[in-house]
């Protein structure tokens, strides 16, 4: 983690970015089980400071408003383990298991239904939610996908003239069976293999799309 995303300086001793970077921890922790239980207009930063055990200076410090706390919950939902490159380009259908596998796993995590529910109900007093849960939770990750496809193209491994509707088309297959119906039927939990099914289907489904047997030399 860079010193800017744990939210400690770069001037800090190693011993006082590790603590700065496990107080940001627990406050993005306090944060989210506040703001999954008592929404957003519910959650003052006071209330996260002491769900968390720390002052609320060095809450302050970190996060100066609540908006700046909620993208950093969304951004927090939404990443990926440091260790999850890009897939190389050359074999389309590899890639994209891959990248949706990844996919299906960070709608699967367990608070990703409840955030999307705080997001819909709080957006006619607090706009600026969807437009934060956008930018800073499902675009980076779309964006990923949208640019794997560009590579795949310009490889000749994918004829891909539109990245953005074919990363379109295969996040929908996905989200489609994996998050959607979780919004509504709160009895729905489809098996692992179910879920693999769904992605296997959305993959084969794209290669059959815009596939290419050849590569450029």
Partial sequence: ???RASGASPNLSHYHRQLAAEKRSALLGAATRLFLAQGYSGTS?????????VSRSTLFKQFPTKAELFDAMVTATWSVDDGAEPPDSGDLRAGLRVLGTRYADLLCRPDMVDLYRIVIAETPRFPELS???FDVGKMPYYASVRDYLKTEHD???AAIDDADTACTHFLGMISNFVLWPRLLLVDWDPEPAAIRHTVD???ETMVARYGRTWARP
Avoid: F, Q
Wanted: glycine share 10%.
């Fill in 155 to 157: 490889a000749g491994t």
């Fill in 131 to 133: 437009r934060a849960y």
């Fill in 1 to 3: 983690m860079s010193d």
């Fill in 45 to 53: 930063l006071a209330k996260v400071a002491v769900e968390a055990g």
């Fill in 201 to 203: 289907e959305a993959v």
